[in-house]
């Protein structure tokens, strides 16, 4: 019997694989594996349930990234997936693994970064697990959040007129990373204990990299804008992999406009310098951690009016597919091409 490869599936494709035969066995677990958190009932609250591993080597490179940002990010990630849902994260149980390179100071540096976090949102560190490692770091984070009975969204609500939404903008985040990588190759090329990297001008983009932001004033704004997304996602992987994922769980098709995309000056200023397609990067490079989300046609007005929030495009039938349509009006089909754990690499360069 032939066998199959990890990669050949995806870890989406994994993931669906393995759950398949997993059926939702008590009255309290509304929604299962499938969405950016799990939503389980109790009488009349809801609570939102998510987990990240990150794996050094795989998710993150400790040579160009301090352990306080780490840990900041890992704590922030999950946060973003418990906003994606329209609900308020309220706790999270850290489990690391530790090889034995790392001393007490750099477990400690991690956890400031995880306490900074809880700090800046509101959010409870109430447990966890330690163990030793052979393999370096390892971060396990989960969280727990808070939804309101009728107002937690998911990915499977969007329906065709609908605006195709999202906060903030795009690519930074890849960009951040590929200088990192960048000025890190020429570090360990120029053999200078000494070597400064060259940051100047790019601090924005660094930051995006290291430092996200869960996008709570978004959740919030749109709260007092009386509008309730009927589908909603984080950009994790990559906003034309986000899009698909909205899609193929709304039986729907989408189109978004390429002069519509929001993208940053020196996200634009990197892609030049690296000679890298700055559409192709916001549409694959992840970890921006905006939200994508959709709203009736109705909306048109109070979303149009939010801080930081751009309609890029529309929900279709289903038979139409997911496209970008370009400056000069063509239409190219969307696809998934951001983040495989399973083999390592991205496709956002391709």
């Known amino acids: 019997m032939k066998e199959t490869e990890i990669s050949d599936l995806g870890e989406f494709g994994l993931i669906e694989l393995l759950t398949k035969d997993f059926p939702l066995r008590n009255s309290s677990s509304k929604k299962g594996v499938g969405d950016d958190a799990a939503i389980l009932e109790y009488g009349d609250k809801e609570v939102l349930l998510t987990t990240d591993l990150l794996l050094e080597g795989i998710h993150f490179d ?13 704590a922030i ?6 906003y994606a849902m329209n609900g308020t994260p309220r706790q999270i149980t850290v489990s690391i693994g530790v090889s034995s390179r790392f001393t007490l100071e750099h477990i400690e540096a991690l956890y400031s970064g995880i306490r900074l976090a809880c700090d800046t949102y509101g959010v409870d560190l109430v447990g966890g697990d330690t163990s030793a490692s052979v393999t370096g770091l390892v971060i396990s984070i989960t969280c727990v959040g808070e939804g ?35 000025e890190n190759r020429v570090a360990a090329e120029s053999g200078n204990a000494e070597f400064t990297p060259e940051f100047d001008g790019k601090e924005y983009i660094l930051e ?8 709570k004033d978004i959740v919030e704004r749109l709260d007092a804008a009386g509008i309730l997304p009927t589908s909603m996602m984080d950009v994790s992987d990559g906003l034309s992999s986000e899009l698909m994922h909205i899609c193929k769980a709304s039986h729907t098709g989408c189109r978004v406009y390429e002069d519509k995309i929001p993208i940053d000056y020196q996200t634009a200023i990197m892609a030049e310098e690296i000679n890298m397609n700055l559409v192709t990067a916001a549409l694959n490079g992840g970890e921006d951690y905006e939200l994508l989300f959709t709203v009736p046609l109705t909306d048109y007005e109070k979303v149009t009016s939010i801080e930081d929030v751009r309609v890029i495009g529309y929900i279709t039938k289903p038979e139409l597919g997911c496209a970008m349509i370009t400056r000069d009006e063509q239409e190219i089909p969307l696809k998934a091409q951001g983040w495989n754990a399973f083999t390592g690499a991205d496709s956002a360069t391709n």
């Not at 400790?62 to 890992?74: D, E, T």
């Not at 995006?208 to 996008?215: I, M, Y």
């Open 62 to 74: 400790l040579r160009y990234v301090p352990l306080k940002h780490l840990g900041y990010k890992a």
């Open 77 to 82: 990630v999950n946060f973003s997936d418990i």
């Open 148 to 182: 309101r009975q009728g107002k937690t969204v998911k990915r499977d609500g969007a329906r065709p007129t609908d605006l195709v939404c999202v906060s903030g903008n795009l690519g930074a985040a890849y960009m951040g990373l590929q200088l990192l990588e960048r």
């Open 208 to 215: 995006r990299q290291l430092k996200p932001e869960a996008r």
